[in-house]
């Protein structure tokens, strides 16, 4: 069983880490949620393009958040988060109490990114 | 030709139809429980703690997510949604084999062995005396029926303030659960603000929970390992639990696979007609008295296609519910793992009027033994930052449920139609609005619980409302009544104009309190087989 660009593309914009094989062997037996042709082409542009992918996700979990295209990153996450390997980077951690100022600046960048995802989404 | 399968046929085998099957069995009477009976695809196991689970388990996934659920967009907030893969069968099939239609009224029906028990959040309170006459329930019986009910499944509960509106009178419970490090700082806050809360008629106390804290009839108690809801642990009570029990008796049988469609009385007996799920063979069993516990949709659909009354609209009730995501700032970036169970925490009761009558309550959970994922599908933030900003704020997230009393009113109907073409041949179908007096009630009273969670130091993020339908407490649609009347029952449980037909479930209820209805339902269903018994004898 190989890695394919698509996992190894999520995983490293999911968890910021090299895929592992478990992630493979799960993607293999799940059924991906199929996606409309403007969709698709959007998934398409994110793997091809993975620094536009924040931009096109973060558009569609604002904007369309019942999409074919969020159910699939979502399908995408879950694997993720059942990767014991990756366990770390979703279950709760010890913060520091200045953090939220950290977490602040990035949810505002992740709303501008979205904001120009809304844009990227008029000429796909 | 005679088919008798037992002289006491119960329809269905949640929480109601096995208490009365208890009552009955022990009274040496010949009993059958029959219902569809579904059985889960991902038996619940005893698979270890929540944590050490997330941290080592390679096979996780099934555990959480169930490879034939995510896929099929089972992220949403409709009933049944949050459901975990160990119990999921508590509504598979029901939308194939049971059809129903509404375009304002989405409940949970469930054909599983255990009925909708098996969905069930374990909470416990009792109706006070007010709403048990409300409801048209004897108080004198319903108390005794409680305790009962209580001595049997075993429930743990708290002696404060709260104990009016959840044990009532109820002696000998256990102690209550050990609460999370959320809940005891809400509870720290409460304290405080005590007289501020008591004067605007809110209550705050630990969860009842039919939870064992202590070892019951070879049932271990709860180990906090927060998989209440996946494994199989029996320190939580389940219907299949006394199932087991009462399948060792020589005077019970339990017949799954059968969904049941109508009856007939026939002189001094009752004939049962049924559709095997698997194979669609039609058939009946015979017997002296039919018990009716399949909720409110199955009770009312096989009553009313019984008396052949399509198109007659029965009433119904079901309690309001939202849920509410709120922030504890104070927990943020803490990772303090004691005492964890994913049940409900902490129960919160609004009784302005403190006559324990109009009470509308919040249940109180921590967001832990949850998955990420899940609150991502809710966020408006990509998956790459939403995963770090969640992961930072799910420590302070405690989950409100909040529920609001429901009476009649002429808005709120359901009937069959004939549908040939659906494997019962019936469409159920049900139609609910609320007056603008009611809306402005309702979101009054919501107002009122958001500004409690916030003095509680708990900033509610985003009201969710899952639709009508979704508490999943459906009441009311045969309600009692003193005369005896086409499709409403006796005092007893008796069906007007019936002589040996009972409804042992909440369709008899004439009023729906806040409060979680399966401990009532089960004392109800009690008070209604003793009877029985008495009768016998």
Redesign the interface.
């Known amino acids: 069983m190989t890695i394919n660009k698509e996992q190894k593309v999520l995983t490293r ?4 880490r090299h895929p592992v094989l ?1 992630v493979t062997e ?1 993607l293999h ?5 199929p996606l409309p042709a403007k969709e698709q082409r959007a998934w398409n542009m994110g793997i091809r393009f993975p620094w536009l ?3 096109i ?2 558009a569609y ?2 904007r369309k ?2 999409s074919a295209y ?2 699939r ?7 993720m ?2 990767i ?1 390997e990756y ?1 770390d ?9 200045f ?2 100022l950290l ?1 602040g600046l ?2 505002s ?2 709303g501008l ?2 904001l120009l ?1 809304c844009f990227l989404l008029l000429f796909i | 030709m005679n088919n008798f399968l037992a002289d006491y046929i119960i329809i269905g085998s949640g929480p109601s139809g096995v208490q009365a099957a208890q009552t009955l069995v022990e009274a040496g009477l010949n009993v059958a429980i029959v219902d569809a009976g579904i059985l889960s695809e991902q038996p619940a196991q005893k698979i270890g703690p929540f ?1 050490q689970i ?5 096979q ?2 099934d555990t ?2 169930g ?1 034939n659920s ?4 089972s ?2 907030i409709k009933p049944g949604s949050q459901l975990t893969p160990a119990r999921q069968h508590a509504n598979h099939l029901a939308d194939r084999l049971t059809p129903f239609s509404s375009d304002s009224f989405f409940p949970m029906t469930s054909l599983a062995k255990g009925g909708l028990g098996e969905a069930w959040g374990l909470g416990c309170c009792t109706f006070s005396d007010n709403e048990l006459h409300l409801a048209g329930l004897p108080v004198a019986e319903m108390k005794k029926a409680f305790q009962l009910i209580s001595d049997r499944i075993g429930i743990s509960a708290a002696n404060d303030e709260t104990l009016k509106y959840t044990m009532g009178n109820i002696t000998g419970v256990q102690d209550p659960i050990d609460i999370d490090p959320n809940s005891r700082e809400l509870l720290r806050k409460y304290t405080g603000k005590r007289e501020h809360f008591n004067k605007n008629g809110f209550f705050l106390g630990k969860a009842s929970l039919a939870l064992l804290t202590k070892e019951k009839d070879n049932r271990a108690p709860t180990g906090y390992d927060e998989m209440d809801f996946y494994n199989g642990d029996e320190a939580a009570y389940r219907p299949a639990i006394t199932i087991k029990k009462l399948e060792t008796c020589a005077n019970f049988s339990y017949v799954g696979r059968l969904l049941v469609t109508h009856y007939e009385e026939i002189d001094d007996y009752v004939r049962v007609y049924f559709k095997n799920i698997a194979t669609a063979v039609s058939g009946y069993f015979d017997c002296k008295k039919l018990l009716l516990a399949a909720n409110l949709a199955g009770t009312s659909s096989i009553v009313l296609r019984s008396l052949h009354a399509y198109d007659t609209k029965l009433p119904f009730l079901c309690n309001h519910y939202v849920y509410v995501p709120c922030l504890q700032w104070k927990m ?4 303090d793992n004691s005492a964890r169970t994913a049940t409900s925490q902490l129960f919160l009761f609004h009784d302005p009027d403190q006559t324990n009558t109009d009470v509308a309550m919040a249940s109180l959970y921590s967001y ?1 033994s949850l ?3 899940r609150l ?14 969640m ?2 704020l ?2 302070a997230i405690t989950i409100a449920g909040i529920h609001q009393p429901d009476r009649f009113s002429s808005s709120k109907q359901l009937w069959i139609e004939e549908a040939p073409e659906s494997f019962n041949e019936i469409l159920l179908k049900a139609t609910a609005s609320l007056s603008p007096g009611e809306k402005n009630s309702i979101a009054n009273r919501e107002k009122q619980f958001l500004k409690a969670f916030k003095k509680l130091g708990c900033f509610p993020i985003k009201k969710i409302n899952p639709g009508y339908g979704a508490s999943i407490h459906y009441a009311g649609s045969l309600p009692v009544s003193k005369k005896e009347e086409k499709l409403r029952c006796l005092p007893d449980g008796r069906l007007g104009l019936h002589q040996n037909v009972y409804i042992a479930d909440g369709c008899s209820f004439g009023f729906l309190p806040a409060k979680g209805i399966t401990l009532s339902l089960m004392a109800n269903a009690h008070r209604i087989a003793e009877q029985l018994v008495k009768q016998k004898h």
Request: proline fraction near 7%; charged fraction near 15%; include cysteine.
């Open positions: 914009y999911i968890t910021g478990p799960l037996q799940l059924s991906l949620p992918l924040s931009c996700d973060g979990a604002w958040p019942r969020r159910q990153m979502l399908v995408y996450f879950s694997v988060e059942s014991p366990s980077l979703f279950l709760p951690q010890e913060r520091s109490s953090y939220w977490m990035r949810a960048w992740a990114k979205a995802g | 944590l997330r941290q080592n388990h390679s996780q996934y959480w997510i490879k995510l896929a099929t967009s992220i949403g943020l970036g803490k990772t832990r998955m990420l994922f991502m599908g809710q966020v408006p933030l990509n998956s790459k930052d939403g995963r770090a900003i992961q930072w799910v420590p």
